[in-house]
């Protein structure tokens, strides 16, 4: 009897075991959408000319989450278009906040050297 219950707990476990693995294991075909998608966005905020170093960085992440799922690396696949999707939606935040700065501010100076 006491055979048969250490048998049932250690084929439970190595089930358990094996499921978990899988879960990794499944393309981040999902991860890497939000991602585009996030990129997507901050790009329309203007994110590319107000914040061009963490947009390029949420691109080049994004890039690398592609080859990784592409490859079977599932799990870092996911890992980086976690990150991409972080980096684009600060950039996403960043190009609201400075509501196309870059671009006002090079039409204040053309304005100010014009009034002059």
Known sequence: ???IGLLTIVL???LAFGLSLTACSK???DKIESAEAA???AQAAGADVS???LYE???DLLAEAKRANEAGNFSDARKKAEFAQMR???AGRNAEKLGGAPLNRH???ATTEGGE
Request: charged content about 40%.
């Open 1 to 3: 009897m006491k055979r």
């Open 12 to 14: 439970i476990a190595a």
């Open 27 to 29: 393309p981040a075909d």
């Open 39 to 41: 990129l997507k966005a």
């Open 51 to 53: 914040s061009p170093k």
């Open 57 to 59: 960085k949420a691109k």
């Open 88 to 90: 684009a939606e600060q």
């Open 107 to 109: 039409k204040g100076d």
